[in-house]
């Protein structure tokens, strides 16, 4: 079992939000996500260049398959689950749910910029 008590951080919404998902479930779900992205429905939505959380320009190759919840958080490998993402971006939000990635954003947007010296 994956158990996600460790990967939160003080402070957060989600903080005491604890989800057990069973390995075979997430084998199960990591085997339907390397089929949707070879549908043709998947091609389409990366033709289209644009990563979901920055709505920057990309190439297809750029992007990546980002599970809005995450498979070892529970997600679905299926089509209202997944978006394209930029590596940096899909890099950046990680396991995060959509509530824990609006809080990081939040958070990132309160952050004094540091000055380069």
């Known amino acids: 079992m994956i158990s996600n008590t460790d990967i939160f951080t003080k402070g957060t919404v989600m ?3 604890i989800l057990e ?5 997430v084998r199960r779900e990591r085997e339907k996500s ?10 389409n939505r990366l033709a289209l260049g644009v990563c979901h ?12 398959m980002d599970h809005l919840v995450p498979v070892s958080r529970g997600g679905k ?4 689950n997944v978006v394209p993402a930029c590596k940096e971006c899909n890099s950046r939000k990680k ?3 959509p509530i824990e990635w609006e ?4 958070k990132q947007d ?6 380069s010296k």
């Open 110 to 115: 309160n952050q004094p910029m540091e000055s």
């Open 53 to 64: 959380y920055c709505g920057g320009n990309f190439s297809p190759d750029e992007l990546t």
């Open 77 to 80: 490998a299926s089509r209202n």
């Open 15 to 17: 903080e005491h939000f």
């Open 21 to 25: 998902v069973n390995e075979t479930d």
């Open 95 to 97: 396991y995060l749910l």
């Open 34 to 43: 390397r089929e949707l992205r070879k549908s043709r429905w998947w091609q």
């Open 103 to 106: 809080e990081y954003l939040a």
